[in-house]
């Protein structure tokens, strides 16, 4: 497989990258910069919305919009609008201030289920305690708003990794500061998890010994397998089911973020990163971080589902 470097500006940190069928368009996020991103590549068309906060995760929503997880709450973006249109960004539900400190916490990795939930995790900074937690959202016509937010999970320093299988029967979350992704039991006729437990463990780091990085954002593709960009370790992993090895993609920045499916035939797979850390120089290839990659294979991703509006 021959990995590209997408003819992109580089995001400080690059996250939730979904392909869109209808649009067929790219779209992620860059964190840092307060930004949401399109690239159309038939037509090399390039859009980005501004955000009051910092977008930890985007999906695609039903009726032409953004379902958009910022530091606070849950959002609807109209791309048909420009960011400096105030009509633009409309607030679905705020996370409860009780459970959910913006001066420290904020939204971070997240998608959708097939049953049309928004599901997000957060991240807490600094990492003191494990207060950052799992969140759904889903459109409820028994709320004054139309929309409802649920606690899911907790015990968590940074949330990341969320995907589902392809029996709608397991749900994955990493806890990237803890090097383990963990699983649960998924039903999504109801929405609920159980019996969460560790998935698989990742060595952290040792000075002068080789680091294989620690667990960032990832997708499942048709067969079950976990495709996970490994922050620090210059690398993209596919997992098996049963959490064995099955492939490693190196990239040339340090620090990859998260990977989609996309392409109208879902084989192309394409990888956010960020600029922190050092750029790893491979051959014919010298990239900064945050840059974004594409690698064309044998693999299939899943559909993205949208969420379910009111």
Same mark, same amino acid.
């Given at each position: 497989m021959t990995l590209q470097v997408l003819p992109l500006p580089p995001s400080e940190l690059g996250e939730s990258p979904f392909w869109h069928p209808m649009e067929k368009s790219l779209y992620w996020c860059d964190i840092q910069a307060q930004a949401v991103h399109a690239w159309h590549p038939e037509s090399d068309t390039h859009r980005q919305w501004r955000m009051p906060s910092e977008p930890g995760c985007c999906a695609p929503a039903t009726r032409g919009r953004l379902v958009i997880g910022l530091r606070n709450g849950f959002y609807l973006l109209d791309t048909t609008k420009d960011s400096a249109d105030p009509a633009a960004l409309t607030c679905l539900a705020l996370l409860p201030a009780d459970r959910h400190d913006t001066a420290v916490l904020r939204l971070n990795d997240g998608r959708c289920d097939t049953a049309g939930r928004f599901w997000a995790g957060s991240v807490i900074t600094p990492r003191t305690a494990p207060n950052a937690a799992l969140w759904c959202l889903q459109a409820d016509p028994a709320s004054a708003t139309g929309y409802s937010v649920r606690h899911m999970a907790g015990d968590n320093f940074t949330a990341n990794g969320l995907a589902f299988s392809p029996d709608n029967r397991t749900m994955y979350w990493s806890n990237t500061p803890e090097h383990r992704i963990d699983r649960f039991d998924f039903d999504v006729a109801t929405g609920e998890i159980t019996d969460r437990r560790p998935w698989v463990h990742f060595d952290r780091k040792v000075e002068g010994q080789p680091y294989g990085g620690r667990p960032d954002g990832a997708a499942v593709d048709v067969e079950g397998n976990y495709w996970v960009a490994m922050y620090e370790g210059a690398c993209v992993l596919q997992l098996s089911p049963a959490g064995e090895v099955l492939q490693r993609i190196a990239v040339p920045v340090q620090c990859p973020t998260?990977?989609?499916?996309?392409?109208?035939?879902?084989? *192309?797979?394409?990888?956010?990163?960020?600029?922190? +850390?050092?750029?790893?120089?491979? !051959?014919?290839?010298?990239? *900064?971080?945050?840059?974004?990659?594409?690698?064309? +294979?044998?693999?299939?991703?899943? !559909?993205?589902?949208?969420?379910?509006?009111?």
């Amino acid at each position: 497989m021959t990995l590209q470097v997408l003819p992109l500006p580089p995001s400080e940190l690059g996250e939730s990258p979904f392909w869109h069928p209808m649009e067929k368009s790219l779209y992620w996020c860059d964190i840092q910069a307060q930004a949401v991103h399109a690239w159309h590549p038939e037509s090399d068309t390039h859009r980005q919305w501004r955000m009051p906060s910092e977008p930890g995760c985007c999906a695609p929503a039903t009726r032409g919009r953004l379902v958009i997880g910022l530091r606070n709450g849950f959002y609807l973006l109209d791309t048909t609008k420009d960011s400096a249109d105030p009509a633009a960004l409309t607030c679905l539900a705020l996370l409860p201030a009780d459970r959910h400190d913006t001066a420290v916490l904020r939204l971070n990795d997240g998608r959708c289920d097939t049953a049309g939930r928004f599901w997000a995790g957060s991240v807490i900074t600094p990492r003191t305690a494990p207060n950052a937690a799992l969140w759904c959202l889903q459109a409820d016509p028994a709320s004054a708003t139309g929309y409802s937010v649920r606690h899911m999970a907790g015990d968590n320093f940074t949330a990341n990794g969320l995907a589902f299988s392809p029996d709608n029967r397991t749900m994955y979350w990493s806890n990237t500061p803890e090097h383990r992704i963990d699983r649960f039991d998924f039903d999504v006729a109801t929405g609920e998890i159980t019996d969460r437990r560790p998935w698989v463990h990742f060595d952290r780091k040792v000075e002068g010994q080789p680091y294989g990085g620690r667990p960032d954002g990832a997708a499942v593709d048709v067969e079950g397998n976990y495709w996970v960009a490994m922050y620090e370790g210059a690398c993209v992993l596919q997992l098996s089911p049963a959490g064995e090895v099955l492939q490693r993609i190196a990239v040339p920045v340090q620090c990859p973020t998260m990977v989609c499916f996309g392409g109208e035939d879902l084989q *192309t797979l394409y990888i956010t990163s960020a600029k922190a +850390g050092r750029s790893v120089k491979a !051959p014919k290839i010298n990239v *900064t971080g945050g840059a974004l990659f594409s690698v064309r +294979g044998s693999m299939t991703g899943q !559909p993205i589902n949208f969420f379910r509006c009111a």
